[in-house]
C-alpha cells in the first residue's frame, strides 16, 4: 500500500478531538425531585464534566471515523502495481529494450539480461508522468519512433536504451535524431562472464571440435578435438529405403560440409528430430499419426526451417519425387510450382514425442541435403556466433552520449486513489456512531 | 376486612369517605380506641377527712348511715387532639402515585374521624403559604367535615419549622390533650425534638407519625440523574450506584435516631411507609398508642 498524500496524516491528529469533547462535553442528565438532600453527600456529586472515559466502545468508533477520513485523504493505492506514488516527476520516458540473442545471457544474480532489463523499464516507466516501453532486436531502428513520441508530449523527455550495447547496437548519429531538451540515459547489463561454447567444424576431412572463450579484450580458440564424431546427426533419424541409403548418406555429408562451423552441442535428445523420405517403409503410418505442431521448439525449429534461404533456394530448383500433402501442415520448402518440398507435423518418433519432417524430394538429391544441413542449424540452441561477440561499446563513449536534464514533480490532482473505500468506511462508522448514541441515550432514560 | 391498598385509597378523592373506610378498616380488627379522655365517672367511697369538699359527700350514704363519706371520681372529660401536619415541599414526593402528603392527609383524616367519632375534639395546625393554619379542636360531626375539607384543600409548597408550629399546637390546648405530629421530619430536627419535648413536659400526650416514602428509603433511582430539592431547589448530579450505600446508611440512622429520641421522651412514635396499606399502619400505630396509655393510666386517676 502506498499514500500519495502521505502528510495528510498530520490530520491523524484530530483523533483528540472526540476524547476532549467527551471529557469537556457537560452531560444533561434527567432531573428528578427529590425530599430532601441532606443524606445525599456533596462528596457524591458527580461532575457535570466528565473526567473519564465514560463510552470507550463509542469513542473508539469516532476516532476510527476521524481515522478513515484522514487515510481517505492521504490517498491510499492498495495495490503496489499502479505505482503513482509521490516519486513520479513530471517527465515523459521512452523505453527501449534490447531484445537482441545476447540479452538472454545470465547476469551474475542468475536471470538473464533480458529480465532485469524488462524489470528495470518498467521501475523507470512507473517513476514518470508518461513512459512508453519499447523492446527490439535492433535498438537504433527505434530511436527515430521514441523521438517522435517525445515531440507529442507536453513533458520533458528523455530517451532510456537499456542494452548490453554490443558494437552496433546504437551510435551517435543515431540519437541525433532526438530533440535538444531530450534527456539520453542509457543503461548498460553486463553479462556473468561467459563460460565459452564449443563448435564442430565439418569439412572434407572429417569432423574437427574446439572451443571459445570471450574474454573482456580478446577471444580464444582450442581445438579439443581433431576428429569428432558429428554429433549433430545423433539426434536426426533418417527414414528412407535401403536402397536410398547410400544416396542418403551423401547427402548428409554434402550438408555437413554446408555448415562448416556449428556452435554448441548437438540438438538435445529430448529434441527428436525425424526426416522422412518419400519412399520410407514407415511414412504412411506416420502421415496418418501427423498432427499440427504443438510444442514450442518444434515451432521455433519448423519457422527457422521455412525462413532458411538456403533450403528454399535448393527446393525452387529441384524436382519433387511425391507430392504428398497433409491439410494443416505447414510447408517449410516448395518448389518452382509452389507444390510443398517438406512439411513438418509433430508425432511420435518410439515413444517420445518428434518433431516429423516429411520430405518430397529424393533423399539424395541436393534438396535433401539443404534440408539436412537447415536442420542442424535451425535446431542448435547457442546464440548466433555474431550475438556472442564480447565487444561493447565502451563505456566511455555510453557516458558522453548521456544527457541529464532536470525533472520536476508533478501535482497529483487527476490520480487514482482506493480513498473512496475509506469514505464509505467512514460513513458506515458515522452510521454506528448515531445509533450507539441513540441507544446510551435510550439506556440512560 | 382486607387491607386497602394506598393507590386504591388514594385514588379515591373524597378524603372523608377515606378516612371513613380507614376507620371502618381499624374497627373490623376488633381493637379499641386508645384515646382515654377525661370525664367525671364515679369510682369509689371513702370515709370522709377534713378539708375534704363538702361538694362531693354522699349526702344519701349520710342519711342512710349517719356515716360520712365522700364520693371520688375518676377524671372522664373529652380529650382535645392537635393534629399537626407538614405541608413542606418535601412531603410531595413521590410526584406519581400516592405521594407522602397524600399519605399524610389520610392518616389525618382518618385519625379526625376516629377521635371524633368518639366523642373526643379534634384540631389542626399547619404552614400553608408561609403562614399558620390553624383550626381549634372540636368535637361534632359539622366540625370534622369542616377539618377534612381543610385538610383536603392544604397544599404543599416551600419549608415550615416544625419547632414553632408544634409550640404553637400544644400552646393552643387550653388543657392536657394530645398533639400527633405527621412529617418526615428532615426539618430542623432538633428543633422538632425540642418542642415536642416540651409539649410533653406541659402534660401533652405527643405522638411523631413520620411518613417515608419507598424511594427515599431505598433510593432505588437508577442511572445518573440530576436530584432537585423539593424545598430549597438545591441541584446535585449524582450517580444513586455510587451513592445508594451510604444514602441507606444515614437514612437508616435518622429513622432509628427519630425512634429512640421518641421513646426517650415518652413519645409515640411510628413509622409510615407510603407503600403499606394506611389502615393497617394505622392500626399498628393504635397499639402501640393503647399499650403506651395503659402503662401511664394509674397517673392519669385524679380526685374529684
Given at each position: 500500500m502506498t499514500w500519495q498524500s502521505p502528510l495528510a496524516w498530520i490530520g491523524a491528529a484530530t483523533i483528540a478531538a472526540p476524547i476532549l469533547i467527551h471529557l469537556l462535553s457537560r452531560r444533561a442528565p434527567r432531573t428528578q425531585s427529590f425530599p430532601?438532600?441532606?443524606?445525599?453527600?456533596?462528596?457524591a456529586a458527580v461532575p457535570l464534566?466528565?473526567?473519564?472515559?465514560?463510552n470507550v466502545p463509542l469513542l473508539l468508533v469516532r476516532i476510527g471515523v476521524l481515522l478513515a477520513a484522514v487515510a481517505a485523504l492521504a490517498k491510499?493505492?492498495?495495490?503496489?502495481?499502479?505505482?503513482?506514488?509521490?516519486?513520479?516527476?513530471?517527465v515523459a520516458r521512452a523505453v527501449i529494450v534490447d531484445t537482441s540473442e545476447s540479452m538472454h545471457r545470465l547476469m551474475p544474480g542468475g536471470s538473464s539480461l533480458l529480465d532485469s532489463a524488462r524489470r528495470l523499464a518498467a521501475t523507470l516507466a512507473g517513476e514518470v508522468s508518461g513512459a512508453s516501453i519499447a523492446e527490439t532486436q535492433s535498438p537504433f531502428d527505434q530511436v527515430a519512433g521514441a523521438a517522435a513520441w517525445l515531440a507529442t508530449r507536453p513533458e520533458p523527455g528523455a530517451l532510456v536504451i537499456i542494452s548490453d550495447?554490443?558494437?552496433?547496437?546504437?551510435?551517435r548519429e543515431d540519437l541525433a535524431?532526438?530533440?535538444?531538451?531530450t534527456a539520453i540515459e542509457l543503461v548498460q547489463l553486463t553479462p556473468a562472464a561467459s563460460p565459452g561454447t564449443t563448435f564442430l567444424v565439418a569439412g572434407d576431412h572429417g569432423q574437427h571440435a574446439g572451443r571459445v572463450d570471450f574474454g573482456a579484450t580478446e577471444t580464444r580458440v582450442r581445438?579439443?578435438?581433431?576428429?569428432?564424431?558429428?554429433?549433430?546427426?545423433?539426434?536426426i533419424v533418417y527414414l528412407t529405403t535401403s536402397a536410398e541409403q547410400a544416396a542418403a548418406r551423401a547427402a548428409e555429408r554434402a550438408a555437413r560440409r554446408a555448415v562448416p562451423l556449428v556452435l554448441g552441442?548437438?540438438?538435445?535428445?529430448?529434441r527428436p528430430l525425424v526426416i522422412v523420405s518419400?519412399?520410407?517403409?514407415e511414412r504412411p503410418a506416420l502421415l496418418r499419426s501427423a498432427r499440427r505442431i504443438s510444442a514450442p521448439w518444434m515451432a521455433d525449429v519448423a519457422l527457422r526451417l521455412s525462413g532458411d534461404s538456403l533450403l528454399a533456394e535448393a527446393a525452387r530448383d529441384d524436382s519433387l519425387q511425391v507430392r504428398d500433402v497433409a491439410d494443416g501442415l505447414p510447408a517449410v520448402a516448395r518448389s518452382q510450382?509452389?507444390?510443398?518440398?517438406a512439411f513438418v507435423a509433430q508425432g511420435v518418433s518410439g515413444s517420445t514425442p518428434a518433431l516429423l519432417v516429411f520430405a518430397?524430394?529424393?533423399?539424395?538429391?541436393l534438396t535433401s541435403a539443404a534440408l539436412v544441413a537447415a536442420i542442424m542449424r535451425a535446431s542448435r540452441?547457442?546464440?548466433r556466433i555474431e550475438e556472442?561477440?564480447?565487444?561493447?561499446?565502451p563505456s566511455d563513449s555510453l557516458r558522453a552520449w548521456t544527457r541529464v536534464v532536470s525533472a520536476t514533480p508533478v501535482t497529483q490532482a487527476g490520480d487514482e486513489s482506493d480513498g473512496r473505500w475509506l469514505w464509505i468506511l467512514a460513513l458506515a462508522l458515522l452510521g454506528t456512531e448515531e445509533w450507539m448514541r441513540r441507544r446510551a441515550r435510550r439506556i440512560a432514560a | 376486612m382486607t387491607s386497602l391498598a394506598p393507590e386504591v385509597v388514594a385514588a379515591i378523592d373524597n378524603l372523608e369517605l377515606i378516612a371513613r373506610l380507614v376507620v371502618e378498616g381499624l374497627r373490623a380488627g376488633g381493637h379499641r380506641s386508645p384515646f382515654h379522655g377525661f370525664s367525671a365517672e364515679f369510682q369509689q367511697h371513702r370515709p370522709y377527712r377534713a378539708?375534704?369538699?363538702?361538694?362531693?359527700?354522699d349526702w344519701k350514704v349520710l342519711a342512710r348511715t349517719d356515716r360520712l363519706y365522700s364520693r371520688q371520681f375518676r377524671e372522664t372529660t373529652s380529650m382535645s387532639v392537635m393534629l399537626v401536619l407538614d405541608a413542606s415541599?418535601?412531603?410531595?414526593?413521590?410526584?406519581?402515585?400516592?405521594?407522602k402528603f397524600r399519605y399524610q392527609q389520610i392518616i389525618a383524616a382518618a385519625l379526625a374521624y376516629l377521635i371524633v367519632a368518639q366523642g373526643d375534639a379534634v384540631g389542626l395546625v399547619t404552614v400553608q403559604d408561609g403562614g399558620l393554619a390553624y383550626l381549634p379542636a372540636r368535637g361534632g360531626r359539622p366540625h370534622l367535615r369542616s377539618l377534612i375539607a381543610r385538610i383536603d384543600r392544604l397544599r404543599t409548597g416551600g419549608t415550615w419549622e416544625p419547632g414553632r408550629v408544634v409550640a404553637r399546637a400544644a400552646e393552643r390546648l387550653k388543657r392536657r390533650g394530645m398533639i400527633i405530629a405527621l412529617s418526615?421530619?428532615?426539618?430542623d430536627e432538633a428543633g422538632t425534638l425540642r418542642e415536642l419535648r416540651r409539649a410533653r413536659r406541659r402534660g401533652h400526650d405527643v405522638a411523631m407519625l413520620q411518613v417515608l416514602s419507598e424511594e427515599e428509603m431505598t433510593?432505588?433511582?437508577?442511572?445518573?440523574l440530576e436530584l432537585a430539592d423539593l424545598e430549597t431547589s438545591e441541584r446535585r448530579v449524582i450517580d444513586p450506584a455510587l451513592v445508594a450505600d451510604d444514602y441507606r446508611a444515614q437514612m437508616h440512622a435518622f429513622t432509628a435516631r427519630c425512634r429512640s429520641d421518641a421513646a426517650h421522651e415518652g413519645i409515640a412514635y411510628e413509622l409510615f411507609r407510603t407503600s403499606n396499606a394506611p389502615d393497617r399502619a394505622l392500626r399498628g400505630f393504635l397499639i402501640a398508642l393503647g399499650a403506651q396509655h395503659q402503662s401511664g393510666h394509674a397517673a392519669r386517676m385524679t380526685l374529684r
Amino acid at each position: 500500500m502506498t499514500w500519495q498524500s502521505p502528510l495528510a496524516w498530520i490530520g491523524a491528529a484530530t483523533i483528540a478531538a472526540p476524547i476532549l469533547i467527551h471529557l469537556l462535553s457537560r452531560r444533561a442528565p434527567r432531573t428528578q425531585s427529590f425530599p430532601s438532600l441532606r443524606f445525599v453527600g456533596r462528596a457524591a456529586a458527580v461532575p457535570l464534566r466528565l473526567r473519564t472515559l465514560q463510552n470507550v466502545p463509542l469513542l473508539l468508533v469516532r476516532i476510527g471515523v476521524l481515522l478513515a477520513a484522514v487515510a481517505a485523504l492521504a490517498k491510499p493505492l492498495f495495490r503496489e502495481s499502479r505505482h503513482t506514488g509521490p516519486a513520479r516527476i513530471g517527465v515523459a520516458r521512452a523505453v527501449i529494450v534490447d531484445t537482441s540473442e545476447s540479452m538472454h545471457r545470465l547476469m551474475p544474480g542468475g536471470s538473464s539480461l533480458l529480465d532485469s532489463a524488462r524489470r528495470l523499464a518498467a521501475t523507470l516507466a512507473g517513476e514518470v508522468s508518461g513512459a512508453s516501453i519499447a523492446e527490439t532486436q535492433s535498438p537504433f531502428d527505434q530511436v527515430a519512433g521514441a523521438a517522435a513520441w517525445l515531440a507529442t508530449r507536453p513533458e520533458p523527455g528523455a530517451l532510456v536504451i537499456i542494452s548490453d550495447f554490443q558494437r552496433g547496437t546504437i551510435a551517435r548519429e543515431d540519437l541525433a535524431a532526438l530533440a535538444a531538451g531530450t534527456a539520453i540515459e542509457l543503461v548498460q547489463l553486463t553479462p556473468a562472464a561467459s563460460p565459452g561454447t564449443t563448435f564442430l567444424v565439418a569439412g572434407d576431412h572429417g569432423q574437427h571440435a574446439g572451443r571459445v572463450d570471450f574474454g573482456a579484450t580478446e577471444t580464444r580458440v582450442r581445438w579439443t578435438d581433431a576428429h569428432a564424431a558429428p554429433p549433430a546427426s545423433d539426434s536426426i533419424v533418417y527414414l528412407t529405403t535401403s536402397a536410398e541409403q547410400a544416396a542418403a548418406r551423401a547427402a548428409e555429408r554434402a550438408a555437413r560440409r554446408a555448415v562448416p562451423l556449428v556452435l554448441g552441442a548437438a540438438p538435445p535428445t529430448a529434441r527428436p528430430l525425424v526426416i522422412v523420405s518419400p519412399r520410407a517403409p514407415e511414412r504412411p503410418a506416420l502421415l496418418r499419426s501427423a498432427r499440427r505442431i504443438s510444442a514450442p521448439w518444434m515451432a521455433d525449429v519448423a519457422l527457422r526451417l521455412s525462413g532458411d534461404s538456403l533450403l528454399a533456394e535448393a527446393a525452387r530448383d529441384d524436382s519433387l519425387q511425391v507430392r504428398d500433402v497433409a491439410d494443416g501442415l505447414p510447408a517449410v520448402a516448395r518448389s518452382q510450382r509452389g507444390e510443398p518440398a517438406a512439411f513438418v507435423a509433430q508425432g511420435v518418433s518410439g515413444s517420445t514425442p518428434a518433431l516429423l519432417v516429411f520430405a518430397n524430394v529424393h533423399p539424395g538429391s541436393l534438396t535433401s541435403a539443404a534440408l539436412v544441413a537447415a536442420i542442424m542449424r535451425a535446431s542448435r540452441t547457442e546464440p548466433r556466433i555474431e550475438e556472442l561477440d564480447p565487444m561493447t561499446i565502451p563505456s566511455d563513449s555510453l557516458r558522453a552520449w548521456t544527457r541529464v536534464v532536470s525533472a520536476t514533480p508533478v501535482t497529483q490532482a487527476g490520480d487514482e486513489s482506493d480513498g473512496r473505500w475509506l469514505w464509505i468506511l467512514a460513513l458506515a462508522l458515522l452510521g454506528t456512531e448515531e445509533w450507539m448514541r441513540r441507544r446510551a441515550r435510550r439506556i440512560a432514560a | 376486612m382486607t387491607s386497602l391498598a394506598p393507590e386504591v385509597v388514594a385514588a379515591i378523592d373524597n378524603l372523608e369517605l377515606i378516612a371513613r373506610l380507614v376507620v371502618e378498616g381499624l374497627r373490623a380488627g376488633g381493637h379499641r380506641s386508645p384515646f382515654h379522655g377525661f370525664s367525671a365517672e364515679f369510682q369509689q367511697h371513702r370515709p370522709y377527712r377534713a378539708g375534704d369538699d363538702l361538694k362531693y359527700l354522699d349526702w344519701k350514704v349520710l342519711a342512710r348511715t349517719d356515716r360520712l363519706y365522700s364520693r371520688q371520681f375518676r377524671e372522664t372529660t373529652s380529650m382535645s387532639v392537635m393534629l399537626v401536619l407538614d405541608a413542606s415541599g418535601s412531603m410531595n414526593y413521590p410526584e406519581t402515585g400516592v405521594s407522602k402528603f397524600r399519605y399524610q392527609q389520610i392518616i389525618a383524616a382518618a385519625l379526625a374521624y376516629l377521635i371524633v367519632a368518639q366523642g373526643d375534639a379534634v384540631g389542626l395546625v399547619t404552614v400553608q403559604d408561609g403562614g399558620l393554619a390553624y383550626l381549634p379542636a372540636r368535637g361534632g360531626r359539622p366540625h370534622l367535615r369542616s377539618l377534612i375539607a381543610r385538610i383536603d384543600r392544604l397544599r404543599t409548597g416551600g419549608t415550615w419549622e416544625p419547632g414553632r408550629v408544634v409550640a404553637r399546637a400544644a400552646e393552643r390546648l387550653k388543657r392536657r390533650g394530645m398533639i400527633i405530629a405527621l412529617s418526615d421530619f428532615y426539618d430542623d430536627e432538633a428543633g422538632t425534638l425540642r418542642e415536642l419535648r416540651r409539649a410533653r413536659r406541659r402534660g401533652h400526650d405527643v405522638a411523631m407519625l413520620q411518613v417515608l416514602s419507598e424511594e427515599e428509603m431505598t433510593f432505588a433511582l437508577g442511572s445518573t440523574l440530576e436530584l432537585a430539592d423539593l424545598e430549597t431547589s438545591e441541584r446535585r448530579v449524582i450517580d444513586p450506584a455510587l451513592v445508594a450505600d451510604d444514602y441507606r446508611a444515614q437514612m437508616h440512622a435518622f429513622t432509628a435516631r427519630c425512634r429512640s429520641d421518641a421513646a426517650h421522651e415518652g413519645i409515640a412514635y411510628e413509622l409510615f411507609r407510603t407503600s403499606n396499606a394506611p389502615d393497617r399502619a394505622l392500626r399498628g400505630f393504635l397499639i402501640a398508642l393503647g399499650a403506651q396509655h395503659q402503662s401511664g393510666h394509674a397517673a392519669r386517676m385524679t380526685l374529684r
